[in-house]
């Protein structure tokens, strides 16, 4: 943030006399420029091509690729985080036991950040960044898999806390991670073990198991409203998706009615910023659900939902505008190969239009799980 100008003190009468005669002679001062506004990109990772793309998000809601996109890193990304300002990202690469972390430049080029790759002693397959952007848990598959935490540093390099690790129940060989939006807690879905681990996150990133969720087949990416009181969990082989309210404790109970059929295969839950939508990509059955979300956290389809996906796509993940009023669908697969986005309009009462614009190419190939970002 600029600072405003303070001018020296002691300046005498008659020069300040002189100062204002000569702006009053020159006319009326106009307000001050706006600062400009930080642009806004879409970040997707491709899980088999060794690549993030970067589109840049234009006023009108138009995507447009950045150039040098997409970017390197390792092979086998199923998951991406950002901080808060947008400015780094990381992605853990399942094919070389790694995590990279990368700068955000103001042109949407990624550059890696000296000190933040890391090796890890099995296959990462998410990670998540504390609220406060300082701690970075990273989930490592195997049987039991495990998570473990880095400490952020300013520069965005990663150092390991030094706090143990801890086994994630279950046969959790594909595990996502999600982290409260108070940052008290940390939850796991296990993809193969059909439950949700749960720790509650302690000073120096320590984590003390809480008791085990067991939920529906195949649960993936944990997703939040964000005022922590609800968490949904797709269940890719359950065809619904599965809603809890978070105690004070942290611990889960069903919200009435779960869980809720969305109409396909489910691949992940994002809620709007005010928490009163939630809107799911069914990968299998090519479409997205929408849903009212009620104060205790029951769902509801909202009218017209599923909503149809374009012909040819798999739908992976959705990204929401925080202007309320435009969605874009990532694919996991298409039939032209790579990934591409479609951009949908919410009308007032939550249901999606496609825009009829022309989808946009990522240039990775295979974007699977939560691997999307939409910078503010």
């Known amino acids: 943030m600029a600072r405003p100008f303070r001018g020296r003190r002691g300046a005498t009468t008659t020069l300040l ?7 009053g002679a020159a006319g009326p001062v106009g307000p001050a420029s706006a600062a400009p506004a930080q642009p806004r990109f879409l970040i997707t990772a491709g899980t088999a091509s060794l690549g993030i793309s970067v589109l840049r998000v ?30 780094t990202v990381y992605v853990p690469h399942a094919g070389d036991f790694g995590v990279s972390g990368y700068r955000l430049a103001d042109n949407g080029t990624l550059t890696a950040i000296p000190g933040a790759t890391v090796t890890l002693g099995g296959p990462p397959t998410s990670a998540r960044l504390s609220p406060d952007g300082t701690t970075l848990f990273v989930v490592v598959g195997g049987f039991p898999g495990h998570v473990e935490s ?3 540093a300013p520069s965005g390099a990663l150092a390991p806390t030094g706090v143990p690790q801890v086994a994630v129940d279950g046969v959790s060989a594909v595990g996502m991670a999600g982290v409260d939006p108070s940052g008290r807690f940390l939850r796991v879905a296990t993809y193969i073990g059909d439950t949700v681990s749960n720790f509650a996150i302690g000073p120096n ?13 195949g649960p993936v990416a944990p997703g939040y409203t964000p005022d922590g009181r609800f968490l949904y969990v797709s269940n890719e082989f359950g065809f619904d998706v599965s809603g809890y309210a978070i105690g004070d404790d942290g611990t889960l109970v069903p919200t009435p009615g779960s869980p809720y059929p969305t109409g396909g295969v489910p691949h992940g839950a994002v809620a709007t910023t005010d928490g009163s939508r939630l809107y799911v990509p069914n990968a299998v059955g090519s479409s997205i659900a929408g849903f009212a979300v009620g104060r205790d956290g029951a769902l509801t389809p909202l009218p017209g939902s599923p909503y149809p996906a374009p012909a040819g796509t798999m739908p992976g993940q959705v990204a929401l505008d925080p202007d309320g009023r435009h969605l874009y669908l ?8 790579t990934t591409r986005v479609h951009t949908y309009d919410i009308g007032p009462d939550g249901a999606l239009a496609h825009t009829g614009r022309a989808p946009v190419d990522t240039g990775v190939f295979m974007s699977d799980g939560p691997v999307v970002v939409l910078t503010h």
């Open 205 to 217: 990133a320590t984590l003390t198991p809480l008791p085990t969720e067991t939920v529906k087949f």
């Open 330 to 337: 990532v694919d996991v697969l298409t039939a032209q190969i």
């Open 150 to 152: 880095f400490t952020v």
């Open 58 to 87: 234009n006023d009108d809601a138009t995507l447009t690729p950045v150039p040098g996109s997409p970017f390197p890193t390792g092979f086998g990304v199923l998951s991406l985080v950002a901080s808060a300002d947008g400015r």
């Open 17 to 23: 006399t002189v100062l204002l005669c000569a702006l």
